[in-house]
């Protein structure tokens, strides 16, 4: 089966820095379009950034300039760089993305099961 496993979350000082890993599994023979997602206790899940297959990236406004995502298709691994962490950057960070699995199945809105960030004041 295809499997989306993000990696590198923990527990940080304010100003610190992670960097979350997003890596496909045996099973998928591509990502696409890869988004990151994070979601508070009590919060409804929110867009942080996503990046196309050619590479083009997008950030949700508070993590602008902090957060960079970047990918490495050759490990099949989409990366969230995330500097200059706040409290408020506290939650499960997951995975999204389009892909296709080995025997051509394509899969859209993929989702992992999430890291824990949290960022101690």
């Known amino acids: 089966q295809v499997q989306l496993e993000e990696s590198g979350g923990g527990l940080v000082q304010a100003g610190g820095s992670l960097r979350l890993s997003c890596a496909a599994n045996g099973s998928i023979f591509s990502l696409n379009a890869v988004g990151w997602f994070r979601q508070a206790p009590g919060k409804q899940r929110e867009y942080v950034a996503g990046?196309?297959?050619?590479?083009?990236?997008d950030y949700e406004r508070s993590v602008n300039g902090r957060f960079t995502i970047f990918r490495d298709n050759a490990r099949k691994s989409v990366y969230l760089q995330m500097n200059g962490l706040k409290p408020e950057d506290t939650g499960v960070y997951y995975c999204?993305?389009?892909?296709?699995?080995?025997?051509?199945?394509?899969?859209?809105?993929?989702w992992g099961h999430g890291t824990q960030v949290t960022v101690s004041s």
């Open positions: 999204n993305a389009d892909l296709m699995a080995e025997g051509g199945r394509m899969y859209y809105d993929y």
């Open positions: 990046i196309t297959s050619g590479g083009s990236t």
